[in-house]
């Protein structure tokens, strides 16, 4: 898309030339071909060294736009981006993809859909009303039970298993707000990736990186009913109980255990084999590993359990 | 279905000749062609202006039952209105129904299963696995994701997006009690409406209304694994993050906001603009609208986040 | 498989013949066909009366290990037990099954999958997307909604109704652990079985038992987006209300009331009668029948009420 029609879409008047936008991207991470955003001044430093062919950006802030990017000037940056983001929404279909490749000794049952494009490795079972969306990549045995959904472009490695209702790669939560009270979806342009033997329970919710990837790294065991939501990062070999909940673009280590009905707010980062205990609500950041945790806010579970025996004694 | 023989059903005898019975709603509600009940003195304003053509009514009430309004006197009135719930119940198919119709530049995946009498709008995308119930009514610009379920009779407004999982329609939990500990189930003979652009995330419920609708108002975005029981009504434009729940017949306003992992109890009114922190356990009516609360037992936030700071002194 | 392959398998020696094993269960459970294990000295007693075959156990226990049971000796029993439940793993399909066998009456969508084995009794109604699967028993007058997945050699009685989503028999969340930090799967070869008139919301998750089975029983009703974990078993007539957690082997008694959102800790047995309010924890056993209690650490609901209205003084 040229940026001159960006332009004109969200009704920004620019000096420079056009160029060709391929996608959209973090100030960090965008390319020369992208566009980027930069929210306010906490990432001044990222907009610095952004390689980006273009900006949205609030007039205070335009300043510091490095020579050869190209500044988009509005005061409503993150609404501009959701309006852009639709431009680049990812198909759900595509009949010009190329047919499924279905590796040896795979079954896909005939009542599952596989649309094109997917490539499913050797030794897999597809099940019955399983869904492998556009350009999914799964890999070697495999496993997707029956009614497992996997939006597109989303990646399963070798030896995953899948329980049935479970949804990789749904939209991550995410909107900007206008004045008037509406939300405007952020398209979540991103997607979802299952590293190797990756096991996750029923009826879970692993949701596409709005950039980037959700992912779920080598050997981690999620049980049922939890949620992963956008950006988020799970450590190698963690195991996350029943019902619990990790917020957007938080980030887990290796072997963290979060019991069952706990839950983080977004944007932690979480040190290796730490421990939460059931209902826990992780609401900071946890950076020295190997502790156990529990209680809203958060505390060591001694103490919250040690707590526990104070606040009881306010009834005597 | 006639009266006599809805008495027979219920071994109730009246005084008086049949009519024919078509349904059953609430005292308020009800036409001249329904039935409807009172549970408790708490209903004595509704039973005297109720239109309902007979109610069932226990024995210390019934002198209070307007004139052209049959009295089926029973001890046992919300067990009886279960009983006859069921010979009201809605059909699940119909042969007899029309061949859905599917408007211009609709996809519907040859995978998807859409029943008789379902209506489904223009440039619509119905995706592998979804199911589309006899009667539903879609309207125009509708994603509905791999392996969504619409239960009969729902409506999905304009631009609605709803993620893989989801069931819209599926019985509000509602059963009347035997004296001996059994649960006899009351028919769920509403629906669920989703008005213009609500984006509903994935593996979320929203159930159908024991008699009405269930309605999640314009714009109004919903997480992943969310419960929306039966008969709430959601205001336009808001938020409900991730595995929070909201019970039965509970009203919120315009663009309330509820945090993860938030509930409330059923039978309450919200504000509009009212925010719920993550975790909030919402146990009572918010009036004044534009405050935030938190905590369960709720109250506003501030109070709660000061509340933490005195119980952590308890420790020292 | 005979025991000096199991043995080879996991790289333990052992004296005395080799026999034919046909499964894994627990020291109690176990018959002259299966292999069992000891995990530490707290099933000592389970140990001296134990009917196995042979046992995987830690070298201090070795020599209570009774006559006519072969030892397999291992410092790691969990981990070698994981190992071991591979090779016992229950399969998802079988071609030499025979077909599947449809009651009279009964009405299968041909969007609905009914693998080989399956039983299927009179009056049913199998809805599109559902999944039936190999050897599964489904009695009379049940109704299996959209998109519901039954996994392999689950039960479901006469008169049950399962709503949208819903996936009952998915593998319990089962793992034993290496030195290095990493979990070898537990294969879950037990079922799930629903007795009569049972009825279960849309998108809960009831998991398989690892041995025997997990137990839904008589009349007992399930809100929506509800965990039940494996080898739990719910006695009749009890209620669990949407976005609670019961976690694995809680046996309730009959008639228990699990309010919105409330959780139990795994191995705890509850009394007939119990009421737990909303988000209830229930850290322990409830031995009375009869009660109502909430919070978390669980104390009685009037307690509870009490307590937080001395934390609210706090403030003061």
Known sequence: MQLHDIARLIGVVYEGD????????????????QLSFVVDAAYVR???????????VPSALASQVP??????????????????????ALPLLDKSAPAPV????????PAAAVENGAVIGKNCTIMAG??????????????????????????????CIVHSGTVIGSDGFGYAHTKTGEHVKIYQNGNAVLEEEVEIGANCCIDRAVFGSTVIKRGTKIDNLVQIAHNCVIGEHSIIV??????????????VVMGGQSATAG???????????????????VKESGKTFGGFPLMEQRQWLKLQGKIAKLLS
Chains 1, 2, 3 share one sequence.
Not at 18 to 33: D, P, Q, W, Y
Not at 102 to 109: D, Q
């Open 18 to 33: 056009s160029v060709e936008i391929i996608g959209l991207h973090t100030l960090k991470e965008a390319n020369e071909t």
């Open 46 to 56: 990222d907009l610095a060294s952004t390689k980006a062919a273009a900006v949205i």
């Open 67 to 88: 020579q050869g990017c190209i500044a988009l000037v509005s005061e409503e940056v993150y609404l501009k981006m959701a309006i852009i983001s639709k431009a680049f």
């Open 102 to 109: 279905i590796g040896e000794g795979s079954f896909v049952s």
């Open 130 to 159: 399983a869904y492998v969306g556009l350009h999914v990549r799964i890999g070697d045995n495999v496993t997707l039970y029956p009614n497992v959904s996997v939006y597109p472009y989303c990646v399963i490695g070798n030896g």
């Open 242 to 255: 029943s019902q619990s909940g990790i917020a957007g673009s938080t980030t887990l280590g290796r072997n």
């Open 267 to 285: 944007h932690l980062t979480i040190a290796a084999f730490t421990t939460f205990a059931a209902r826990s609500g992780v609401t900071k950041d």
